[in-house]
């Protein structure tokens, strides 16, 4: 099995940017489709963005389509999320997810994934 553990969250104002990292251990990262997703109090948890394992190909929420970009390096076992433009609505705890996956999809369903990290808080102030 694979452990994940988030970092980069923080404080940050409107329009600033934050990178969010997720480091992976325990297997071979290069196996696992990845997702970020993120669960604001009161709300249920949300999809922002998936990677498929070589990292060619991405799929993006709506809500942040344009703002956020989703990366992955499969040397270093890390997946990141570069958040730009970021906006008082995108505070939230962010999670990484991953599912070991013999093909290369994207997956936008939590619960197509079956590890997650601990979660790092995101706050965006106006």
Request: hydrophobic share 30%; with cysteine.
């Amino acid at each position: 099995q694979v452990q994940l553990a988030e970092s980069g969250g923080g404080l940050v104002q409107a329009g600033g940017s934050l990178r969010l990292s997720c480091a992976a251990s325990g297997h071979t990262f290069s196996n696992y489709a990845m997702g970020w997703f993120r669960q604001a109090p009161g709300k249920e948890r949300e999809f922002i963005a998936s990677i498929n394992r070589s990292g060619d190909s991405t799929t993006y929420a709506d809500s942040v389509k344009g703002r956020f970009t989703i990366s992955r390096d499969n040397a270093k076992n890390t997946m990141y999320l570069q958040m730009n433009s970021l906006k008082p609505e995108d505070t939230a705890v962010y999670y990484c997810a991953g599912k070991y996956c013999s093909t290369y999809g994207c997956y936008r369903r939590s619960t197509f994934y079956n590890y997650w990290g601990q979660g790092t808080q995101v706050t965006v102030s106006s």
